[in-house]
Nanobody, 120 residues
Framework: QVRLVESGGGLVQPGGSLRLSCTVSGFIYDDYAIGWFRQAPGKEREGVSCFRLSNGRTAVVDSVKGRFTISRDNVKNTVYLQMNSLKPEDTANYYC?????????????WGQGTQVTVSS
């Protein structure tokens, strides 16, 4: 059973930074992809990024390009979402998910989410 746990959310001022962690447990093959998503109140869930564990290739949504980056710690089984130059519109509940086929479309496993609030 694959389990994902997010952490690192919190309150930050506009222009600040946060690093979210997605720690994975269970049996993960290298052909999985890990995605980050966010959902603000009253809005649909939005895909933020997709990170393929096999080759490290990453895709991010245009609204966060140049501000958000993805990295991985193989020892800790953790994928990070580094968020810089945060804006109030980045406020949302952030989730990570795992796609066993690395398609970046078929998300089978989800974490519980971590809240990010960008406000002065």
């Amino acid at each position: 059973q694959v389990r994902l746990v997010e952490s690192g959310g919190g309150l930050v001022q506009p222009g600040g930074s946060l690093r979210l962690s997605c720690t994975v447990s269970g049996f993960i093959y290298d052909d999985y992809a890990i995605g980050w998503f966010r959902q603000a109140p009253g809005k649909e869930r939005e895909g933020v990024s997709c990170f393929r564990l096999s080759n490290g290739r990453t895709a991010v949504v245009d609204s966060v390009k140049g501000r958000f980056t993805i990295s991985r710690d193989n020892v800790k089984n953790t994928v990070y979402l580094q968020m810089n130059s945060l804006k109030p519109e980045d406020t949302a509940n952030y989730y990570c998910a795992a796609d066993p086929g690395s398609s970046c479309f078929l998300w089978k496993y989800w974490g519980q989410g971590t809240q990010v609030t960008v406000s002065s």
